[in-house]
């Protein structure tokens, strides 16, 4: 069984960059396909970026062009770089581990969930 644990989350005004990461442990990270997921207030938690296991990463529409998805299987780490933020790019970033091959786009899809680390985009 995988743990997740985020880290890089916090306040940046719009226009700004963060990076998270996801450190991976109790598990091997490759066998692994790895997602992004965020939660607003009031609203459902929704796909942000992941990875596959055919090596093309998939990302949100409103991400695509500013956020990026990374990882290092020496290091057993996930990156999600985040550009051109904007106010609503605000919520809690949750890290995510799958063994499915299918529907990757889902929560359901992954058995395995970080704590979350809140990003605010803000002036």
């Known amino acids: 069984q995988v743990q997740l644990v985020e880290s890089g989350g916090g306040l940046v005004q719009p226009g700004g960059s963060l990076r998270l990461t996801c450190a991976a442990s109790?598990?091997?990270?490759?066998?692994?396909?790895m997602g992004w997921f965020r939660q607003a207030p009031g609203k459902e938690r929704e796909f942000v970026a992941g990875?596959?296991?055919?090596?093309?990463?998939n990302y949100a529409d409103s991400v695509k062009g500013r956020f990026t998805i990374s990882r290092d299987n020496v290091k057993n780490t996930v990156y999600l770089q985040m550009n051109s933020l904007k106010s609503e790019d605000t919520a809690i970033y949750y890290c995510?581990?799958?063994?499915?091959?299918?529907?990757?786009?889902?929560?359901?899809?992954?058995?395995?969930w970080g704590q979350g680390t809140q990003v605010t985009v803000s002036a």
């Open positions: 109790g598990g091997t990270f490759s066998n692994y396909v």
């Open positions: 995510s581990a799958s063994r499915s091959s299918l529907y990757l786009t889902r929560s359901t899809a992954y058995a395995y």
């Open positions: 990875d596959s296991w055919s090596g093309i990463n």
